[in-house]
């Protein structure tokens, strides 16, 4: 019964962990001292909530898995992450646009899941909601001094926005095991993120004198585990210790 | 860097009816992003309930060559020191 919701966590927790591992990796290489802690900072928040989402589809799946077993121990094809969220962080513009457009749409999302008909979604939407609000304001104050800013920031924000934005999509796109979670209230649809995502990014992009390219062909394939190329060398560094020193603890 | 990105000097208020403190200062480019710096900074263990960032150029300080003439007055006045008064319960810490 609980295998479809199980495996809609582990979309929503793959999400969470992946984006979180990239944006640890400016940890100690950030621009300037203040944004790297402010970086961990947007990470660990993310982390955290993989973290929560992980342990209770553990539970659910009682096989006893805990949150490292489906962190750390799983192969790349089963990672159910969108695919925007392992794309390299490449400059700031693709960091920063990367972090606006997921917490563009994760915002809303949890806002949603505060009404789930699940008691630990609600509880883990009380608390991410709240830090998601956050990355937006950060991640969008970034892409409007960037976009609007000197020649080359906004050429680099506006070639972001060209490779990022074919990955956007997949953000509303609902598999099987998702439908059936928004089927009985256990997380929202995501479909019906759509339209304060747009506001969220439309507004940011006015400022940031930024153009909304029209994506023909959006790029999709994550939540079946057809990833990128890149997902792999991320995965060997996020998996290292586990796999180098089995059930290692701190 | 530190020719481009001012600086600035972040106070906090720990609790509604304290006042703000000086805690630290930090780079960024304007005030918003000074704010969000301080924020993650200074705040994340539940530190204040409310901040202030104030352009460090905007601070005019007393000259530490003057230290003598400015914070040493005289020890022999103490009318100045407001010890001979009863101060009523009530009033609290003044």
Same mark, same amino acid.
């Given at each position: 019964?609980?295998?479809?919701?199980?495996?809609?966590?582990?979309? %929503?927790?793959? +999400?969470? %962990?992946? %984006?979180? &591992?990239?944006?640890?990796?400016?940890?100690?290489?950030?621009?300037? %001292?203040?944004?790297?802690?402010?970086?961990?900072?947007?990470? #660990?928040?993310?982390? *955290?909530?993989?973290?929560?989402?992980?342990?209770?589809?553990?539970? #659910?799946?009682?096989? *006893?898995? !805990?949150?490292?077993? #489906?962190?750390?121990?799983?192969? !790349?094809?089963?990672?159910?992450?969108?695919?925007?969220?392992?794309?390299?962080?490449?400059?700031?513009?693709?960091?920063?646009?990367?972090? #606006? =457009?997921?917490?563009?749409?994760?915002?809303?999302?949890?806002?949603?899941?505060?009404?789930?008909?699940?008691?630990?979604?609600? /509880?883990?939407? *009380?608390?991410?909601?709240?830090?998601?609000?956050?990355?937006?304001?950060?991640?969008?104050?970034?892409?409007?001094?960037? *976009?609007?800013?000197?020649?080359?920031?906004? $050429?680099?924000?506006?070639?972001?926005?060209?490779?990022?934005?074919?990955?956007?999509?997949? $953000?509303? &796109?609902?598999?099987? !095991?998702?439908?059936?979670?928004? +089927?009985? +209230?256990?997380?929202? !649809?995501?479909?019906?993120?759509?339209? $304060?995502?747009?506001?969220?990014?439309?507004?940011?992009?006015?400022?940031?004198?930024?153009?909304?390219?029209?994506?023909?062909?959006?790029?999709?394939? /994550?939540?079946?585990? &057809?990833? /990128?190329?890149?997902?792999?060398?991320?995965?060997?560094?996020?998996? =290292?210790?586990?796999?180098?020193?089995?059930?290692?603890?701190? | 860097?530190?020719?481009?990105?001012?600086?600035?000097?972040?106070?906090?208020?720990?609790?509604?009816?304290?006042?703000?403190?000086?805690?630290?200062?930090?780079? @960024? @480019?304007?005030?918003?992003?000074?704010?969000?710096? @301080?924020?993650?900074?200074?705040?994340?263990?539940?530190?204040?309930?409310?901040?202030?960032?104030?352009?460090?150029? @905007?601070?005019?300080?007393?000259?530490?060559?003057?230290?003598?003439?400015?914070?040493?007055?005289?020890?022999?006045?103490?009318?100045?020191?407001?010890?001979?008064?009863?101060?009523?319960?009530?009033?609290?810490?003044?």
């Amino acid at each position: 019964m609980s295998a479809p919701l199980f495996n809609a966590l582990l979309e %929503l927790a793959d +999400d969470h %962990l992946i %984006l979180g &591992h990239r944006v640890s990796e400016w940890c100690g290489h950030a621009p300037l %001292l203040e944004e790297d802690l402010a970086m961990p900072n947007m990470a #660990l928040d993310m982390i *955290g909530a993989a973290r929560s989402l992980y342990t209770y589809a553990g539970e #659910l799946e009682g096989e *006893g898995r !805990d949150e490292d077993q #489906l962190a750390y121990l799983r192969y !790349d094809r089963d990672y159910k992450n969108c695919l925007l969220v392992e794309r390299p962080n490449e400059d700031f513009a693709h960091t920063m646009l990367k972090q #606006l =457009y997921f917490a563009a749409f994760m915002h809303p999302y949890w806002e949603a899941a505060l009404h789930s008909s699940d008691e630990t979604v609600r /509880g883990i939407a *009380g608390k991410s909601v709240k830090e998601v609000a956050y990355h937006i304001r950060h991640a969008g104050e970034w892409v409007v001094r960037l *976009g609007d800013g000197t020649e080359e920031s906004a $050429q680099r924000m506006q070639a972001a926005v060209e490779a990022l934005h074919p990955y956007v999509e997949e $953000q509303f &796109h609902m598999s099987s !095991d998702a439908q059936a979670a928004a +089927d009985t +209230d256990a997380l929202p !649809d995501r479909e019906a993120m759509r339209t $304060q995502w747009t506001n969220t990014v439309s507004n940011v992009f006015d400022q940031a004198k930024l153009t909304m390219p029209e994506v023909e062909y959006p790029q999709l394939g /994550g939540r079946t585990g &057809h990833h /990128g190329e890149e997902m792999g060398h991320l995965l060997s560094d996020l998996q =290292y210790m586990q796999r180098a020193y089995p059930n290692m603890s701190w | 860097m530190s020719n481009e990105t001012p600086l600035w000097e972040v106070f906090i208020r720990p609790r509604n009816g304290l006042s703000h403190k000086h805690c630290g200062s930090l780079h @960024a @480019a304007d005030e918003v992003l000074a704010l969000q710096a @301080a924020r993650d900074t200074y705040t994340r263990r539940g530190e204040g309930v409310s901040i202030w960032v104030v352009p460090s150029k @905007a601070i005019f300080a007393s000259d530490p060559d003057q230290a003598a003439e400015n914070f040493e007055p005289g020890v022999d006045k103490v009318y100045r020191h407001p010890t001979f008064y009863d101060i009523p319960e009530e009033v609290g810490h003044m």
